[in-house]
């Protein structure tokens, strides 16, 4: 480095002697001339230098500032000579072609220059016209799905404070929002917001309406879309509009400081992505829409991987090049009084954009979708307790036209009893569709007797227009009298929410349903006995009346042979305990009750756990024990009370369905009793003779077991032989 300074002090001292003593310039025009010399010499000899380290002819500085500041020499002075080529190129092509000066051809230069410019913008306003007219539909499909709203534009009639039932999730949900509002002073601590949440939970809980809360109360925009909108025909789409959405998100973080983006339906987007999927779908599947392009465009723009703008980094670099590149040096001042005199390092923009996504299929989704600094944080919707009904019941029929009768307490806690299992959107459509059966009555306000139709069309589907004969009637009702009855007695701590004989859209030809008093979380033994036995009661009632069940019974055979194997293979609740005479006859009856619906191969081999339990023969004895006492004791009941199951069937035929406390009072009002120590027990059922091969294999059972006696029998027998 030394010599080149040394060599270009020589050459700017000849250049000034040159340029006063030869050219007859001044001493301040001389002056300038050799430093211009000395300048160009040294840019040149920079030049040099880093196309030898570029070839590897010699070392390069072991200083990274030193490497960084010639190479930033070596660029600035490339481009000048380079121009300068061209600028000797036009001159010397202007004197041999049109006999033009060097102040000629340069007067005429700008003058080309412009037309240049024109041309070049002809082409690329051809160039856009033709790229609107291929890629302009894609564009629009880009923005397809999609709304954009600023604060103040939502007109959702939806408050976060209407999301009812999920208290929890809202307060957890405010707190996040808080922060991307405002939370400077808990970033300047150190913490980082969040990027992405994803609300999980079961359909109707209430996550898009919390989206659509957020969207009327927030300070900053909103962009509101779904999964399946980034879903396209050709390869590619989704990509294109992931990038498009997030460019527009940055648009509007930059105006007013945060922007949200809310994906409903986010499993269309973020599903697991697996082989030739994950990149584009090969083949066909690919070129059509198969792929998941959009997923990792997603994921990387989530990463927050942004730069300043293009026009903030070429000005940034034109003048520290340029800079370098004149050698002025990069500091003035020593110590702590040094200043720079480069542009600094440009910070990279906080565009604060905030992901919500939605959906109730969370097993589905990508594993890097859920990592931290992703969709990290998950915010569970559930379904909403009795109280949370009771709330979520208050909010809608505030909304609603009613009668005043609803409103009572106990109306207003027997509807948050009876809806047991009801999301908050099956809670709106019920008061909607109640509301629908009062005006179609002629009626301004719905009542009780609509809110049960409603209810009733919602669980198992429309009423069919169909009568039922005489037998019928009578049949269906003794049939749902018999799990009313059983609920009753073996279930104290359930309460009855419909009872029906009305032939549904579902298939069914009547309906009892029932739900816990107060709602609990833990089941014991006795409690799953009893399901079993409020599940057997039909067919137990239809025995004690017609000597034999109809095949109306196959769900409840399916439901209570299930639950007793969940006993049985899954928590290891055993048998009854009963007497070993009666043990005997209730596996002789549950073996006749068991369903094989479900038997096909073995867990493992794709079947139920129902089958792997009912392939063990001592669970499947065990099974058929518990179903047979249920049974017993379901009959015994039924025997019991025949007249009183028939009053109460002639009242249920009358009425047709009853709801809630109805189902109570008539119970109540037909005298039932408990069973007896007399009363009767049932016969066993008809067996079947062994099989041939069943035979076959009993005789050989006792064959081995008469040759294979005990050492002490063996023993015993020896001693009186000897004796």
Known sequence: MIIFWIFTLLVSLSAFFFGYVFLGLGAGSALIYALFAALLLRGLFSWIRRSLVLRERIADYDDQSQRTLETNRYIFWRRLFFTGGLLAVYLIGASALFGLGPGQA??????????????????????????????????????????????????????????????????????????????????????????????????????????????????????????????????????????????????????????????????????????????????MGGMMGGGQLGLNMLLVQMDGADSPGFVKKFLRRTVNVTLDGLFIPRTWGRGSSARSLRVPALSPPRYNLFFIGATNRPSVLDEAVTRPGRFGRTITFRMPTREDRRDIADLYFAKKAHDPDLDGIDKRDEFARVTNGYSPAMIEQALSLALMYAFEDGRQLFAWKDLREAMGNIESGLVQPIEYTDRDKLAVARHELGHAVATRFFQPDQAHVRLSIRMRSDGSLGHHRSTQEQEEFIRFRSQLAADVRSMLGAIASERVFY?????????????????????????????????????????????????????????????????????????????????????????????????????????????????????????????????????????????????????????????????????????????????
Request: net charge neutral; charged share 20%.
């Open 106 to 283: 340069l007067s005429v230069l700008p003058q080309l220059i412009f037309q240049a410019l024109g041309l070049v913008l002809q082409l690329g306003a051809l160039f856009l016209a033709n790229f609107a007219l291929f890629f302009g539909p894609f564009i629009l499909f880009g923005k397809m799905g999609r709304e954009t709203l600023e604060p103040g534009d939502a007109n959702y009639d939806v408050k976060i404070e209407d999301v009812r039932g999920q208290r929890s999730a809202v307060s957890e949900m405010m707190r996040i929002l808080r922060l991307i509002e405002s939370g400077r002073n808990y970033v300047k601590a150190g913490g980082k917001r969040e990027r992405g949440v994803l609300m999980v939970g079961p359909p109707g809980t209430g996550k898009t309406m919390l989206a659509k809360g957020i969207a009327s109360t927030l300070h900053t925009p909103i962009i509101i879309t779904s999964g399946a909108s980034f879903s396209g025909m050709f390869m590619g789409m989704d990509m294109v509009s992931v990038w498009m959405m997030i460019r527009a998100a940055k648009k509007k973080a930059k105006r007013w400081g945060g922007c949200t983006i809310f994906i409903d339906e986010f499993d269309a987007l973020g599903q697991r992505r697996s082989g030739m999927n994950g990149g584009g779908g090969g083949m």
């Open 547 to 723: 000597g034999e069940n109809s095949n109306g019974v196959y769900a409840d055979l399916m439901m209570a042979t299930a639950e007793a194997c969940h006993m049985v293979g899954l928590v290891g609740m055993g048998a009854d305990l009963l007497p070993l005479e009666m043990s005997k006859k209730a596996v002789n009856i549950g073996e006749n009750l068991l369903s094989t619906a479900e038997m096909g191969g073995g867990l493992l081999e794709g079947g139920s756990r129902v089958t792997s339990v009912l392939q063990n023969p001592h669970s499947r004895r065990v099974v058929a024990q518990i179903l047979g006492a249920a049974y017993i004791d379901d009959w015994r009941l039924m025997h019991a009370n025949r007249e009183a199951i028939d009053r109460a069937a002639e009242v249920l035929i009358l009425h047709g369905e009853l709801v809630g406390d109805e189902i109570k009072d008539l119970l109540d009002s037909v005298a039932l009793r408990p069973v007896l120590d007399s009363d009767p027990y049932p016969d066993d059922f008809p067996t079947v003779p062994l099989s041939l091969s069943e035979e076959l294999r009993q005789s050989a059972a006792e064959r081995n077991g008469s040759r294979t006696k005990s050492p002490s029998a063996a023993a015993r027998t020896g001693g009186n032989q000897a004796g």
